[in-house]
């Protein structure tokens, strides 16, 4: 009864952050905004606008966590932030929709990140702010940390919850990337061009503040994926930061729901992000 009655209360969420709609929301206060640490939801390659949603209302069920806003960037850069942030939340989040949801420029990525940051914090004041990213989603976030996480006057990243995300590239859309596996050293066998070019320059990380925790799903079909990634895309994430964060986790999940789109769509995947976010 306890989680049907969970599952009911996450469906009404789920419809309302599907379908409200706010104004500006500038009635929080200052002081409250800058101490908040804003939660940003990325999604993945070609994901419609609700694809975070259960997150984001497994979140509000379970943690006191409220939707105030939503950042949508057009494929100029342009943001548009549309919500109210009244004074007091605990624990904002903030939707981010590319308007592009179909490219696989990371140069963009980093740059529609960085915007939206930036609007956030002349808006609302924000000086800290939290991640969840979904595959692709995984790009903005690393290449903006990459190139921006040493600046002065940005939002620093406090907390980064990866899903499924393909730091040493997607099997189809690199010549020869079969077989790949992480290696003794914890370097992957095989490694894309961007994942050598981070590599290269993995000490532009300045993330030592930070705390990571990395989830991908195997389907322990011998695929060594989640049906879309291969694991050790997925795991090669920890030796591009190794040293250059405050701390690092990685969480398997097995059984049911942990296919690549299924994981951001699975309870327990859910319940882990929110305990991580919230009460670690």
């Known amino acids: 009864m306890r989680k049907r009655l969970w599952v009911i209360g996450l469906t009404i969420l ?15 206060s200052v002081k409250s905004r800058r101490t908040a640490v804003a939660t940003l939801y990325i999604h993945g390659h070609h994901a419609d606008p609700g694809a975070m949603n259960f997150l984001m209302a497994s979140a509000a069920w379970q943690d006191n966590a409220h939707f ?10 342009q943001v548009q932030l549309s919500g109210k942030w009244p004074a007091g939340t605990q624990h904002p989040l903030v939707k981010v929709l590319f308007d592009n949801n179909h490219t696989r420029n990371y140069r963009l990525l980093r740059v529609w990140l ?7 914090h002349h808006r609302y004041g924000i000086r800290r702010f939290n991640v969840v990213a979904h595959s692709l989603g995984n790009a ?25 995300g393909n730091f040493d590239g997607i099997p189809g859309r690199h010549k020869n990337q079969h077989p790949n596996y992480i290696m003794a050293d914890g370097l992957p066998h095989w490694r ?15 993330m030592h503040q930070a705390s990571v925790l990395n989830i991908y799903g195997n389907l322990r079909n011998g695929t060594d994926s989640d049906g879309k990634i291969l694991n050790a895309s997925t795991k090669s994430l920890k030796p591009l ?14 059984g049911e729901n942990v296919q690549h789109r299924r994981l951001r769509e699975n309870p327990r995947v859910a319940n882990r992000v929110d305990k991580f976010l919230f009460n670690e």
């Open 14 to 28: 789920i419809t309302m952050l599907g379908f409200s709609q706010f104004t500006d929301g500038k009635q929080a």
């Open 68 to 77: 105030v806003v939503t950042a949508t960037v057009s494929p100029q850069g």
């Open 114 to 120: 960085h915007n939206v940051l930036v609007a956030l």
């Open 140 to 164: 903005a976030v690393m290449n903006y940390e990459l190139a921006n996480s040493d600046k002065r006057g940005l939002p620093k990243l406090q907390k980064y919850v990866a899903i499924a």
């Open 192 to 206: 894309a061009p961007w994942y050598k070019f981070a590599y290269r320059h993995r000490g532009q990380f300045n």
């Open 241 to 254: 930061i190794k040293g250059h964060v405050g701390h690092y986790q990685a969480k398997e999940f097995v």
